[in-house]
């Protein structure tokens, strides 16, 4: 997340305040925070199983992943429309449809792909088969800070949770409820502690909120109780909103073991929605008014400004471009979240390159990403490989891989 300028200015007071510099510093050091995932508005259907034989590894990966579409469109309109008859629909239809696949659990051999997948479809265009609508009701930007109580000390972002995890691996799209979600990376752990959650001033809450794009704070609080080492584990779990830390309700979860926490905490994240989804409903989740910081409005800003017009270009997937440039698709390994960010950030650092937007997701796979670039293919060709890439071009589509990762590949048998 990028360090805004007053938020550099509020960890410089909080350690000129401490007199501890150094030493509060380095808390905000370290791999700490755990990225969530996309906040899009797709349609997620989860474990289609596929099993595929072909000739090569990659041509048995491509056909499980249109057996995965296959599979999934069936699902997910079981699951929207219960008890009513599947559409067909063809593989070119599905692919229009489907924005991405996940890789749950894979095993590649020279002529076999077996794998547990995830696929996403668009809401947009899904939506209009499904009879569901793009757009439904949703709440003001709410910052979550969720609190974790284990062994006697409450945490937020202090270190990795269970809890935080849970709440970054949730699917937000189809929730009335927009959540703001940090890393909790970088001054996170400073500003989003378990001491800022008991604080009432709204002066602090103001500068904050507005630093992280949110209208208000909702506050969901874990609290792990263990029988016996190893032994069962009662969670209890309360929803808080707001400054004043209203509760919203509360519930609790048992496992029989250690190993069933991850599970826990995803069901109770679960759970949490539908509790602030219905205080958003009957209008218990409003955001605090005392919150919002009221700048004047400067008359002169309202007024139009006149200007030439400018003849814009279509690129891929018809996106408008500025004159000049070219448009490109780059293919590039996708492993975990963050390799999306740094591929792209990969390319945005290439002089020339104006923009670098990830338009086909395939976590565990390969994604595809849309580039407009001041130059030829042979120019970002080089540039690419001067920075450690091998590339492969086939007209204006680039597949990337670092230097070495082929072979690496090869001899893990994937």
Known sequence: MTVTPLRKIAIAVLLAASGLGAALYAQIEGDRGVPPISNDGDFEVQGVKVDVYAKTAE?????????????????????????????????????????????????????????????????????????????????????????????????????????????????????????????????????????????????????????????????????????????????????????????LGTFALRVKSSSGIPQMMDEAVKRMDDLYTRALMNGTLRPDSSLIIQEPVNPDDLKLEEGEGLTLETGVDGEATMPGLTAFLIQFDTPDVNSIGQGEAALRAIPGVRSATTNSLALGGTSVMAVSYTGTVESLRAALASRGWSVSVSGNTLRIQRRGQSAEAMANGQ
């Open 59 to 247: 041509m048995a990966r491509d056909g499980a992943w249109r057996e995965a579409q296959r599979k999934g469109w069936p699902m997910l309109w079981k699951k929207m429309n219960p008890g009513t008859a599947v559409p067909g629909l063809t593989d070119s239809m599905l692919e229009n449809m489907v924005s991405g696949v996940v890789v749950e659990r894979e095993q590649i051999s020279a002529n076999r792909y077996i794998a547990t997948l995830g696929v996403l479809f668009d809401r947009a265009r899904a939506g209009q088969i499904l009879g569901v609508r793009a757009t439904a009701m949703r709440s003001p930007p709410l910052l979550v800070m969720p609190i974790i109580w284990e062994g006697g000390t409450q945490q937020v972002f202090e270190n990795r949770t269970e809890w935080q995890k849970a709440w970054a691996r949730f699917r937000t799209g189809d929730s009335a409820i927009d959540y703001v979600r940090t890393s909790g990376t970088g001054p996170d752990p400073l500003l989003l502690n378990a001491a800022q959650a008991e604080r009432r001033g709204r002066l602090w809450w103001r500068v904050l909120l507005d630093q992280y794009g949110a209208a208000d704070v909702i506050m969901p609080v874990a609290r792990l109780e263990r029988h016996w080492p190893g032994g069962p584990v009662t969670g209890r779990f309360a929803a808080r909103f707001g400054p004043d830390d209203k509760l």
